[in-house]
């Protein structure tokens, strides 16, 4: 189980930090990831982590975002700073097993940026 946390409504220029209790994952076995979707457009990678460490950012995150986890709770976080208008979207946790690809999502939570 997936639960996110952390989204609210900030401006341009300022922080957030999310979580995700990831319930259940063997980090050790699982691409843990922050995904994040505007309505009309498909939902695209932010970061990705493997066991506790970031393994792959979106160039237009690259520098004010980061990725970590904290494997004895079993936590990923995503730092967010110097934040854009542009990074207003629903941020989704997701983990998909790194063999067999198959994981889940969480619900998400909103992330608002104002100019």
């Given at each position: 189980?997936?639960?996110?946390?952390?989204?609210?409504?900030?401006?341009?220029?300022?922080?957030?930090?999310?979580?995700?209790?990831?319930?259940?994952?063997?980090?050790?076995?699982?691409?843990?990831?922050?995904?994040?979707?505007?309505?009309?457009?498909?939902?695209?990678?932010?970061?990705?982590?493997?066991?506790?460490?970031?393994?792959?950012?979106?160039?237009?995150?690259?520098?004010?975002?980061?990725?970590?986890?904290?494997?004895t709770k079993n936590m990923v976080y995503?730092?967010?700073?110097?934040?854009?208008?542009d990074d207003t979207a629903v941020y989704?946790?997701?983990?998909?097993?790194?063999?067999?690809?198959?994981?889940?999502?969480?619900?998400?939570?909103?992330?608002?940026?104002?100019v």
């Amino acid at each position: 189980q997936l639960v996110e946390s952390g989204g609210g409504l900030v401006q341009s220029g300022g922080s957030l930090r999310l979580s995700c209790a990831a319930s259940g994952v063997a980090f050790n076995a699982y691409i843990m990831g922050w995904y994040r979707q505007v309505p009309g457009n498909q939902r695209e990678v932010v970061a990705l982590s493997f066991n506790g460490r970031p393994t792959k950012y979106a160039d237009s995150v690259k520098g004010r975002f980061t990725i970590s986890a904290d494997t004895t709770k079993n936590m990923v976080y995503l730092e967010m700073h110097d934040l854009k208008p542009d990074d207003t979207a629903v941020y989704y946790c997701n983990a998909k097993h790194f063999l067999t690809e198959v994981g889940g999502w969480g619900r998400g939570t909103q992330v608002t940026v104002s100019v």
